[in-house]
């Protein structure tokens, strides 16, 4: 098989990944000799020609500083990043562009809440509700804003599949649930959380809901408003765009009533000495020089996206880890972690190999030019919960192949002879 080349595939998919796989350069690398198998998209995703050009064009006949200067390459360079703006908002079905604040990803966004609403409205004795499922970045923030102002953390938890107990909700949400905030999709094990139903029981109870949606944008037809939802956070490099920007929906009315994250340049109606008023939403969070070419760069990913179909994308993923998961299942002593149910997870398969640790599982399959992940996956309470250190995780995204869960397979295959199973 030449680099980039795929195999006959037994998985029907609504994509031409072939054609696909032209629009990405990096797949034609070869890793250790052999043609890269990319399957850390849960990580971050692998960038195609649409976004590179648009990003090299941006620097080479538009760069300027944005919404200051009053000469044609501020001017072109404002356009293109207020026009990235819609675009990336359309495809997340956003209608009010004001809603939508850039940031340099979900971590950023899910800290602007914390900090910006948490940090200001919590009070001894309110809580926090979370589950175990969530990523370091939906959890650290709340913990730095429940020590500095005395409320407290709340757990859903899980069942033996990963997902949430949501028998739990009722005994949880009280009227000292001020905030409710949880992963859309588990990047540890791939598990979709009913967020609608979450966000209907949150608000009921009168609190504000918070979706991580870092590993739902890239793989789910994601409507952001529609989820019920105050705040929805993302990150482009997970969804074929550039690292250092993403962002944060906000419902209009809780931004507005919100205090400024940073303060700075650009976020500012009136500055005097001793005190400022703030421009209106979405720049009253936007302080500084915008990441205007990560907006450009993003806006490329959100219209190679949106023309792929947000559909074909997850069916094409669905069909893939049924695969996946199928062919795994054939490797004595590997066992999948996550949703029995295919429906009820997305494209990550997270499992362990007898007792062979999962970095060393991956430094094999390296060797054999596949990139996995192998760790906690910044959840460390939730592998404490699975009773295990760590899992290699395997994650697909528009341009995978089932020969690339052949070969995955295959390597797996090859590190259980190496230990002697
Ligand atoms: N939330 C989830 C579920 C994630 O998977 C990640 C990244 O892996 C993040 C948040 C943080 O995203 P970023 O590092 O792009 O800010």
Redesign the pocket.
Known sequence: MTAGAVAAAPVTSPLDVERIREDFPILRETVNGRPIVYLDN???TQKPRQVIDAIVRHYERDNANVHRGIHELSNRATDAYDAARQRVAALLGITDTAELVWT???????NLVAYAWGMNRLRPGDEILLSVL?????LVPWQLVAQRTGARLRFLEIDDQGRLELSMLDDLLTERTKIVSL??????LGTVNPIREIAAKAKAAGALMVV????SAPHLPVDVPSLGADFY?F????MCGP?GI?GLWGRRDVLEAMAPFHGGGDMIEWVELESSTYAPIPAKFEAGTPNVAGAVGLAAAADYLGGLGRDAILAHERALVAYAVQRLREIPDLQLLGPRDLSERSGVVSFTLADIHPHDLATILDNEGVAIRAGH???QPLMKCLGVGSTARASFYLYNTSAEVDALVDALHRARGLFGY
């Open positions: 849960a990580a971050s340099r990803g979900a971590t950023e966004a899910l969530e990523h370091h970045s939906n992963t859309h999709v588990s990047n540890a991580d949606g870092a590993q956070a990150s482009g490099h997970k690292t993403g996956h910044c959840t």
